[in-house]
């Protein structure tokens, strides 16, 4: 069946470099991309979104990545913090479609 | 705005035992939907409201229940609890063609 998934379950990198957490998904007809943070003991956060007529957007210290193409998904962190440290999951979705799916997450350490 | 409130936070059942997860919005937002989360795996959608009086079953609907009586609330009942249905269930809304709202979570241990 259609998937989203994530090519690395943990990420480790050092306080003040950037990171970048991949997402790749199957869904070619999926046209809204959402990343989500979420710390331990808590809901899901919204990071930032995309859509597919989009390949690039850009938040505070977050860029979302989209490559239709190769069905890729990157979400960037600039100048990463210890306030990072987290899970980090996409989740696809066609727009007026309720089904949202969601990847199983990475796990981001930031190492201070 | 509170945004999506659920409560109880945490809960312990024995198996057999019925409850209710509570799930409330202040954001008129149209979209309700309960989801669970596994170890190892993405949120799964159990059930889903696109409005008032409108429900509809998602991926993982047995042994839950749910109604939509206002728009605000949004209820999941076990009916009845089983070891499987150990989880941490998050509420969510969303205005359609937007992203969702995530509550707190109320983690369930079912014995």
């Known amino acids: 069946g259609e998937s989203v998934g994530l090519h690395l379950p943990t990420l480790s990198v050092q306080e003040g470099d950037n990171s970048i957490i991949n997402c790749a998904y199957s869904?070619?007809?999926?046209?809204?991309f959402i990343w989500y943070k979420q710390e331990s003991g808590k809901g899901p956060q919204f990071i930032i979104d995309?859509?597919?007529?989009?390949d690039k957007r850009q938040g505070q210290r977050v860029t979302v990545l989209l490559n239709k193409t190769v069905k890729h998904l990157s979400l960037q962190i600039a100048a990463t913090q210890p306030g990072d440290s987290a899970v980090y999951f996409c989740?696809?979705?066609?727009?007026?479609?309720?089904?949202?799916?969601f990847g199983t997450g990475t796990k981001l350490q930031v190492i201070p | 705005n509170a945004g999506v409130t659920q409560t109880p936070k945490f809960q312990v059942l024995k198996t057999g035992q019925s409850m209710t997860l509570q799930c409330a919005q202040d954001?008129?937002?149209?979209?309700m939907s309960w989801y669970r989360q596994d170890p190892g795996m993405g949120l799964r959608l159990i059930h889903y409201?696109?409005?008032?009086?409108?429900?509809d079953q998602g991926e993982v609907p047995n042994g839950y229940n749910v109604s939509r009586s206002t728009t605000e609330d949004f209820p999941l009942r076990l009916l009845s609890a089983a070891p499987s249905q150990t989880s941490v269930y998050f509420c969510?809304?969303?205005?359609?063609?937007?992203?969702?709202?995530f509550g707190p979570g109320t983690r369930l241990l079912v014995l």
């Open positions: 969510a809304s969303r205005i359609r063609g937007e992203t969702q709202y």
């Open positions: 995309i859509r597919s007529n989009m």
């Open positions: 954001m008129n937002h149209e979209y």
């Open positions: 869904n070619s007809a999926s046209d809204y």
């Open positions: 409201s696109v409005g008032a009086g409108i429900t």
């Open positions: 989740a696809e979705n066609i727009v007026g479609y309720q089904k949202v799916t």
